[in-house]
């Protein structure tokens, strides 16, 4: 190795240490066997990725054999964010919806009701049709796999499958609106 590809990986080293990246890592989920129930198979494949990836964690079929057992529901939309002076659609605002719930096999509640609210701009053009379809189920995909990715994070947050009074997971509910669009 010479000294300045040594220097370039030892630079971008320290400038990767000093900005807080770091990798995923393996949670350590209470759970060991987790039970889906209502999700879409498209969500419940990548969640069943993410979760035995990067955890000890196994998720079952049956909620019999489960430790706990979480309920999943999403929903898709989409509303007319902006038009021109003719009354012509120009931009469509995607809406995914995931409202989640965990419980523990003895009917414990984990995580109450909660939910992710993703959204994303998309352009439209008559013109363009097929094409714009296509991409709109492109970043519905998008969503669902960031809201697998912010709710594998939420799971990490419950410590024990029996908390104490006062020591439970509060629920989560998104806040914000979309930002308008820049003029």
């Given at each position: ?80 964010l902006t038009m ?65 990715d912010q709710l ?32």
């Open positions: 190795m010479t000294r300045r590809s040594f220097l370039t990986l030892a630079c971008g080293v320290m400038m990767l240490s000093a900005c807080g990246f770091q990798l995923r890592g393996q949670q350590d989920y209470p759970f060991k066997r987790l039970a889906v129930t209502g999700a879409p198979p498209a969500f419940l494949g990548r969640l069943s990725r993410v979760i035995q990836g990067g955890s000890d964690t196994v998720v079952v079929t049956s909620p019999g054999n489960a430790d706990a057992i979480l309920h999943v529901s999403e929903g898709l939309g989409n509303s007319v021109n002076s003719l009354g012509v659609v120009e931009e469509y605002q995607l809406n995914y919806t995931l409202s989640y719930t965990l419980v523990g096999a003895d009917g414990t509640q984990l995580i109450p009701p909660s939910n992710i609210a993703l959204n994303r701009a998309m352009t439209y053009s008559d013109q363009y049709a097929n094409s714009k379809f296509a991409e709109a189920d492109l970043l519905y995909a998008d969503m669902r796999n960031d809201a697998v594998t994070r939420r799971l990490g947050v419950v410590r024990s499958l029996h908390p104490a009074p006062g020591q439970g997971v509060p629920g989560v509910s998104p806040r914000a609106p979309l930002p308008p669009p820049p003029l």
